[in-house]
């Protein structure tokens, strides 16, 4: 369950308690608000689950077909970035040989209270370390992927150390609030990445746009005209204003993926404060 079903369950309660306040005060139009706000709530519910986990391409096959499609030599260093349960990180490892993935997210509670401008809408329920760790013993990759406690604006790696990243729906969350959510926080992780990035290396985007019939159903009438600005072209420009040059772009179903390429001779971007040292492929799971 993640936090827009929350929302549903309690415009659901809000609906109820207008029925039955009406049914008990014999106010018809609280019964009325209250039968219409139920059945809303019924038809977005629905709606949710048609458009983020029917109608689109299911994830875990195309988290594969992305992965395929890098056409890995196997002995890449990759960080998945906001890896939740692991879905790309594992995806992503299955094609490794020699090669590493570091997954870093913030499971931990106290370390999502100390942050400043932590989405708490990205926080899918149930999403835990020990479940991700679980998820990749279960696909027999955990030997493969170090999990990280680690804020996605404060990544703590050497310059040059990752031939690929993956940024799967986190950078929406990177925000510092308001109507347009602040673009500097999503720019300034790409920054961050694009330095940690070998040159050449890759950085790849799975991102929602805001239009078209799947993300009405999905994401409540309001956000959705709230939100017509987030399109593929504003991801692009995300990851090309970090310096990336774009190498793929699909659009399908209200989502986007991009390539980007970190291009050698690129002059850089500037220095970004604290780097961890190169033991933190050595460590296999926190
Ligand atoms: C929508 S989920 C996507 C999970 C996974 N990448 C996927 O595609 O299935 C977003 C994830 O980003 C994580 N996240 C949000 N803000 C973060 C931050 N500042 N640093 C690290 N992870 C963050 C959340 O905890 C959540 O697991």
């Not at 039955?20 to 209250?34: D, K, P």
């Amino acid at each position: 369950m993640n936090a827009f079903l929350g929302g549903f369950l309690l415009i659901e309660f809000c609906g109820v308690v207008g029925v039955i306040t009406g049914h008990y005060c014999g106010n018809r139009i609280a019964l009325g608000i209250g039968l219409i706000v139920i059945v809303y709530g019924i038809l977005q519910t629905i709606g949710h689950f048609l458009g983020v986990y029917v109608i689109p391409e299911n994830r875990v096959a195309k988290a594969a077909r992305i992965a395929d499609l890098l056409d890995l030599s196997g002995n890449e260093r990759i960080l998945d970035v906001g890896t939740g349960r692991g879905l790309h990180a594992i995806e992503f490892a299955k094609r490794l040989t020699t090669g590493k993935v570091v997954a870093i997210d913030i499971w931990h509670e106290h370390l999502r209270s100390t942050l400043k401008h932590y989405d708490f809408t990205s926080h899918t329920l149930g999403h835990s370390l020990q479940r991700t760790l679980e998820n990749a013993e279960i696909e027999q990759v955990a030997h493969k992927v170090s999990f990280r406690n680690m804020d996605a604006n404060d990544l703590q790696f050497d310059e040059n150390f990752f031939d690929v990243a993956i940024c799967g729906y986190i950078l929406q969350h990177l925000h510092a609030g308001g109507r347009r959510r602040g673009d500097e926080q999503k720019l300034c992780c790409m920054k961050k990445i694009y330095k940690i990035l070998k040159p050449e290396g890759r950085v790849v985007i799975f991102e929602a746009v805001h239009k078209g019939f799947t993300n009405f159903l999905a994401f409540t009438p309001f956000v959705y005209l709230f939100s017509r600005w987030l399109t593929e072209d504003y991801w692009r420009q995300i990851l090309q204003n970090a310096g990336f040059k774009i190498e793929y772009t699909e659009v399908s179903q209200g989502n986007v993926v991009l390539v980007g390429r970190k291009q050698k001779g690129h002059r850089g971007i500037p220095n970004f404060g604290r780097l961890l040292s190169w033991d933190v492929l050595l460590v296999p799971s926190i």
